[in-house]
């Protein structure tokens, strides 16, 4: 950037800083380009890049204060918007992981009570894909879902290890879970079911 350039936008920033909407504009459409192409290669997303570029403008016009001992508005810019591209992602990441969560969760429920809260035709489709489970993970899912017995107890009883029953266990929900959600009626009825309040 040139001198000429440098003291143009630090004349902006000062005025911006003063409340000057027009010069805003102005930081608005010399960067607002560059800063979209930037955020896109960290989102993969066009609308959240957009959502993104619009929120970091907004935070420095909000905070334009400040811009009077900003040097490099561009570095600056770029930085607030990329802090701000990263919480959104990592936000994002735990709602989609607390909805996987509570999936497991309202599934898990349906396994668990199939008698006491599911009606008797999708405790039938349940049955149905218990039915498709390998024999080992089936015995070790019905010893501890229909019989109540602990992984210690199945252990014993099948003759296998803690780890092995743990492992069965593990494999056989996973099974169930994506077998039963691969059902979109039935998934859909268990989330009036169990909707959280």
């Known amino acids: ?26 930081l608005f459409k010399m960067y607002y380009n560059q800063l979209g192409d930037f955020i896109l290669r960290i989102t993969e997303s066009q609308q959240l890049t957009q959502e993104i570029v619009q929120d970091a403008f907004l935070k420095i016009w909000i905070n334009r204060q400040s811009l009077a001992q900003v040097n490099s508005f561009k570095a600056y810019l770029f930085v607030v918007a990329k802090n701000h591209a990263f919480n959104c992602l990592k936000q ?12 497991h969760t309202v599934l898990d429920q349906a396994l668990l009570n199939t008698t006491e809260t599911v009606p008797a035709d999708r405790v039938q489709l349940i049955d149905q894909a218990v039915e498709l489970l390998p024999p080992q993970q089936k015995n070790v ?6 019989e109540g017995l602990s992984h210690e107890g199945i252990a014993k009883k099948l003759n296998i290890s803690h780890e092995t029953v743990k492992k069965h266990m593990v494999l056989a929900l996973r099974f169930l879970r994506n077998h039963l959600k691969a059902n979109a009626n039935f998934f859909f009825c268990l989330i009036s079911f169990f909707r959280p309040d």
């Open 141 to 146: 899912f019905l010893l501890s879902r229909k």
């Open 1 to 26: 950037m040139s001198n000429h350039s440098t003291s143009n936008e630090k004349l902006l920033l000062l005025q911006v800083a003063e409340g000057d909407e027009k010069a805003f504009t102005q």
């Open 92 to 103: 994002m990441a735990r709602e989609k992981s607390r909805q996987k969560l509570w999936e």
